[in-house]
């Protein structure tokens, strides 16, 4: 069993906590108040709950650590601290919305602009993974691995597709999806990029890609993939994904391809 740090299990305790009352609320989806923030993108009293019990268990922790998150709670701004917290409370806010059980609480540490921890959440399904710089990845107590998966024509590739107010942010996704889709065995699209990202991590699909995420979406994930032998990559040349939220990630045997597949797709749009 791997040992964990006393910042992972800072990290594992609240989101344990704060899943508690998500998963009372995922029970009575149907009754939940919910406010719209945006054209298909939506806010819930369990989502705002969850980020006040996260930020208070985090802070009384580390209180030291600045904050980075999804939701305007009404807080000081202490995202421009050295070190961070980067959390998202209910990654796949429209699968909880509409009672599917594919969400997740995704935390990541950040230093001095350097991620150096990162934990996904699944209350549903109860998988936690995890990962601290230069000590691995792990879930279910073991290490996890990405895939090594070489041809395209058996891999399974997830990506995040633009919905109502978002295509404008992601106009590049249609020549993405017909340069992917008939190289590949499948293409999937379950509602949260964190998991999307731990599941590439895990060897369950062999690549993601996406674009527009914001950091709380994938910075967790980011480092999940690099800690189990992947790579992250921008989708155009020389970004700072963690800025522009246009990623690619995969593992070691189809990067190169699966990039410039992306890249060459995206230029010809």
Request: with cysteine.
């Amino acid at each position: 069993m791997p040992i964990r740090s006393a910042l992972m299990n800072v990290m594992f305790k609240a989101a344990e906590k704060a899943a508690k009352g998500l998963v009372h609320d995922f029970g009575e989806v149907e009754n939940l108040q919910v406010s719209r923030k945006g054209p298909g993108d939506f806010v819930s009293t369990a989502d705002l709950n969850a980020q006040r019990i996260l930020r208070e268990e985090l802070g009384k922790a580390r209180p030291s650590f600045g904050f980075l998150m999804e939701e305007q709670d009404g807080e000081p701004d202490s995202s421009g601290k050295e070190e961070r917290w980067i959390v998202d409370p209910l990654d796949g806010t429209s699968n909880f919305l509409h009672g599917l059980g594919h969400w997740s609480i995704s935390i990541a540490a950040e230093r001095a602009g350097e991620l150096i921890a990162g934990l996904v959440f699944d209350p549903i399904k109860a998988e936690t993974f995890w990962a601290e710089k230069g000590t691995g990845a792990y879930g279910a107590n073991r290490r996890l691995r990405v895939s090594g998966r070489k041809d395209f024509s058996s891999c399974l590739i997830a990506t995040g597709i633009p919905f109502k107010g978002t295509l404008e942010r992601k106009k590049n996704f249609l020549p993405q999806m017909a340069a992917v889709m008939p190289k590949v065995a499948g293409i999937r699209r379950f509602g949260s990029a964190a998991l999307d990202l731990a599941y590439v991590a895990a060897g369950r699909y062999d690549g993601f890609w996406e674009e527009a995420l914001y950091p709380w979406d994938c910075a967790a994930g980011v480092l999940l993939v690099k800690e189990a032998g992947g790579f992250v990559a921008p989708i155009q040349p020389k970004e700072d994904f963690m800025k522009t939220g246009s990623l690619i990630a995969s593992n070691a045997e189809i990067h190169k391809p699966l990039v410039t597949l992306i890249r060459e797709a995206s230029s010809a749009a």
